[in-house]
C-alpha cells in the first residue's frame, strides 16, 4: 500500500531534550517536506527536499533541521525544542517537483513542556 | 499564489450532494485550483485539481467558472465520513510543491 508513515504519533518532552520525528514513503517519490498545523495559522511549510541531498527552508524553518540522505526518508530533527514548537506535524511527499498531487502522513503530535 | 476565501463551514445531508463553493478572483493564467480535505487532525489528503476545464474524478468534480475567478467542489452523495475541512488552494504550475492551506470550510454530513 503506497503511504507516508510517521513516527511517532505522539510524543510528550521536555525543553531542551533532542528529538527526531522520522518520515519515510514507499513510493519512490522525490519531494518531500514538513509542516506544521497551529490553531488559527493553517498549515506552514517547514522545510522541503527535492531530492536526495537537497532540502531548503520553507516559511518556518527557525528551531529545526532536516536531512534526506535516502530517498525515501526524511527526518525532522528538533536540536533544543521549547514550548512553541508544540504543534502537530505532518509529512508529505510527491513524485517530484511541481507535480500536483501530495501525499501527507497522519501526523506526529509534539508536546514541549 | 491568489488567495482563496471559502466559507466558514456548510450542512450536507446525507445522500445529497455537497456543492462547496471557493472564490480565487485574483488567479493568474497559470494557476492551478486544488482541493484537499483533512479529516478531523488527519493528513490532508488530496480530492481534485483543475486549470480551465472541469474535472472529475472518483472522488468528486471540480467546476471552473469560464472567468476562472471561481469554483464549486461537487461531492456528488456525501456521507458521513465526508465529514471534514475543505481547503480550496490556488498555486502556480511551475512553483515549488509548498501548498498555502487557508482556513477552509467545514463541512457537516449530517444523517
Known amino acids: 500500500e503506497a503511504q507516508v508513515t510517521q513516527n511517532p504519533r505522539y510524543l510528550i518532552t521536555v525543553t531542551g531534550k533532542k528529538l527526531t520525528v522520522t518520515c519515510s514513503q514507499n513510493m519512490n517519490h522525490e519531494y518531500m517536506s514538513w509542516y506544521r498545523q497551529d490553531p488559527g495559522l493553517g498549515l506552514r511549510q517547514i522545510y522541503y527536499?527535492?531530492?536526495?541531498?537537497?532540502?531548503d527552508k520553507g516559511d518556518v524553518p527557525e528551531g529545526y533541521k532536516v536531512s534526506r540522505k535516502e530517498k525515501r526518508n526524511f527526518p525532522l530533527i528538533l536540536e533544543s525544542p521549547s514550548p512553541n514548537q508544540t504543534s502537530l506535524y505532518f509529512c508529505?511527499?510527491?513524485?517530484?517537483?511541481?507535480?500536483?498531487?501530495?501525499?501527507f502522513g497522519p501526523g506526529t503530535r509534539l508536546t514541549v513542556t | 499564489d491568489a488567495k482563496t476565501t471559502q466559507p466558514t463551514s456548510m450542512d450536507c445531508a446525507e445522500g445529497r450532494a455537497a456543492n462547496l463553493p471557493c472564490n480565487h478572483s485574483?488567479?493568474?493564467?497559470?494557476?492551478?485550483v486544488y482541493w484537499y480535505r483533512q479529516i478531523h487532525s488527519q493528513g490532508p489528503q488530496y480530492i481534485i485539481h483543475g486549470l480551465k476545464n472541469n474535472e472529475t474524478n472518483e472522488m468528486a468534480s471540480l467546476i471552473i467558472t469560464e472567468d476562472r475567478k471561481s469554483s464549486t467542489l461537487i461531492l456528488p452523495h456525501a456521507t458521513l465520513r465526508d465529514t471534514a475541512v475543505y481547503y480550496c488552494?490556488?498555486?502556480?504550475?511551475?512553483?515549488?510543491?509548498?501548498?498555502?492551506f487557508g482556513t477552509g470550510t467545514l463541512l457537516a454530513v449530517q444523517p
Open positions: 488552494i490556488v498555486r502556480g504550475g511551475g512553483a515549488t510543491n509548498k501548498l498555502i
Open positions: 485574483t488567479i493568474s493564467g497559470n494557476e492551478y
Open positions: 527536499s527535492m531530492n536526495v541531498e537537497v532540502t
Open positions: 508529505a511527499s510527491s513524485l517530484r517537483q511541481g507535480f500536483k498531487e501530495q501525499y
